[in-house]
């Protein structure tokens, strides 16, 4: 893939606050062709799975509960330089040190609740985009 495939997730209190359809127009803007996308939810054990890189940090709890908590948009984007330009264009995971016109930035509430996720390798993408689309190595 190159860097030029990514996974993200609209993260629950985004969805709930109905900010799916500005963060998509962002995305459309900055180039990203859509893949594939759907909305899905988390069940508790399958956040646990998705995150066990963080299993038995102090946040790893607050982390499962929070992205099962309710519906996501799960999406497989493209464009040439997607990993990288994808986790620039979101923004510093704590929405507070977000730099201005990122999407932390504009939409994330707090550490937790921060709106929205992007892969940060090919190895990832293609490890998390497979928990909801099976289609995933074809691209
Ligand atoms: P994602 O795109 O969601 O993977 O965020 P990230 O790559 O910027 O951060 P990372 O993968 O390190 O952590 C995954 C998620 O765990 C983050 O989005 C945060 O919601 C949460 N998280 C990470 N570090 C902390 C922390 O120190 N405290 C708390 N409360 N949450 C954290
Ligand atoms: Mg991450």
């Not at 948009?73 to 493209?78: G, M, Q, R, S």
């Not at 995971?93 to 390798?121: C, F, M, Q, V, W």
Request: cysteine-free; glycine content about 6%; charged content about 25%.
């Amino acid at each position: 893939m190159s860097g030029n495939v990514t996974f993200t997730m609209i993260k629950p209190y985004a969805v709930k606050k109905n900010f799916v359809g500005p963060i998509l127009k962002i995305i459309n803007e900055k180039g990203y062709r859509i893949k594939a996308m759907k909305m899905t939810r988390f069940t508790r054990e399958r956040a646990e799975a998705f995150y066990d890189v963080h299993a038995g940090k102090p946040f790893f709890n607050e982390l499962v509960d929070f992205m099962s908590s309710g519906p996501i948009v799960a999406a497989i984007l493209e464009k040439e330089n997607a990993i990288a330009d994808f986790r620039e264009l979101i923004g510093n995971t704590n929405p507070e040190k977000a730099a201005e016109g990122t999407i932390r930035k504009l939409y994330a509430s707090s550490l937790t609740a921060n709106a929205i996720h992007g892969s940060d390798s090919d190895e990832n993408a293609l490890r998390e985009g497979s928990f909801f689309f099976s289609e995933m190595e074809q691209y």
